[in-house]
T-cell receptor, first 112, second 116 residues
Framework: NAGVTQTPKFQVLKTGQSMTLQCAQD?????MSWYRQDPGMGLRLIHY???????DQGEVPNGYNVSRSTTEDFPLRLLSAAPSQTSVYFC???????????FGSGTRLTVV | AQKITQTQPGMFVQEKEAVTLDCTYD???????LFWYKQPSSGEMIFLIY??????QNATEGRYSLNFQKARKSANLVISASQLGDSAMYFC?????????????FGKGTLLTVNP
């Protein structure tokens, strides 16, 4: 039972570089989402998906792209990394409205 | 306006005592869900408890209970018999429907410290 798997756990990028944060779940969850966590800000929603082929923007989508080609995978792409994107990123998934979201272990990203 | 407000940045409690963490929310949707998560210093997010807007009774999960006051739009987390391992950041979150979609919005969190 892997749950939600995020890779990598740590990453350092230079300003302007692009990269993809991977998120995969093996629970057949329809709902998946990406959050960023910054000190004193709680978790803020970046993008979310209610099923394969369907994505929508959250609270802070600028600078990030997502796609959902399969139920299992929901990658987050940073197009041109900026120091303001230094954060801890969490992927989460949920099966139904009444169930708690299952979170991945997070990716700590530093942009220098 | 904030959707989820946690007014206590930090709380202290003695071991074995009960503690209440406050959460108020703002929504115009009749159907919503309220969650509490625990984030220990290791960083993972742990689901604790859920309350649906139509649930008649307050949710309970072991030592955790949710004091749901719908008219006041509050969903406070009560931890009974605190343990040292309860020291962590606690987040309140609300799930709202947007058509056929759902969004989960978090508060800024309360850092709970349990003293021996």
């Amino acid at each position: 039972n892997a749950g939600v798997t995020q890779t990598p756990k740590f990453q350092v990028l230079k300003t302007g570089q692009s990269m993809t944060l991977q998120c995969a779940q093996d629970m057949n969850h329809e709902y998946m989402s990406w959050y960023r966590q910054d000190p004193g800000m709680g978790l803020r929603l970046i993008h979310y998906s209610v099923g394969a082929g369907i994505t929508d923007q959250g609270e802070v989508p600028n600078g990030y792209n997502v796609s959902r080609s399969t139920t299992e995978d929901f990658p987050l792409r940073l197009l041109s990394a900026a120091p303001s994107q230094t954060s801890v990123y969490f992927c989460a998934s949920s099966y139904t409205q009444g169930s708690g979201y299952t979170f991945g272990s997070g990716t700590r990203l530093t942009v220098v | 306006a904030q959707k989820i407000t946690q007014t206590q940045p930090g709380m202290f409690v003695q071991e074995k005592e009960a503690v209440t963490l406050d959460c108020t929310y703002d929504t115009s949707d009749p159907s919503y869900g309220l969650f509490w998560y625990k984030q220990p210093s290791s960083g993972e997010m742990i689901f604790l408890i859920y309350q649906g807007s139509y649930d008649q009774q307050n949710a309970t999960e072991g030592r955790y209970s949710l004091n749901f006051q719908k008219a006041r739009k509050s969903a406070n987390l009560v931890i009974s018999a605190s343990q040292l391992g309860d020291s962590a950041m606690y987040f309140c979150a609300m799930r709202e429907a947007r058509g056929s979609n759902y969004k989960l919005t978090f508060g800024k969190g309360t850092l709970l410290t349990v003293n021996p």
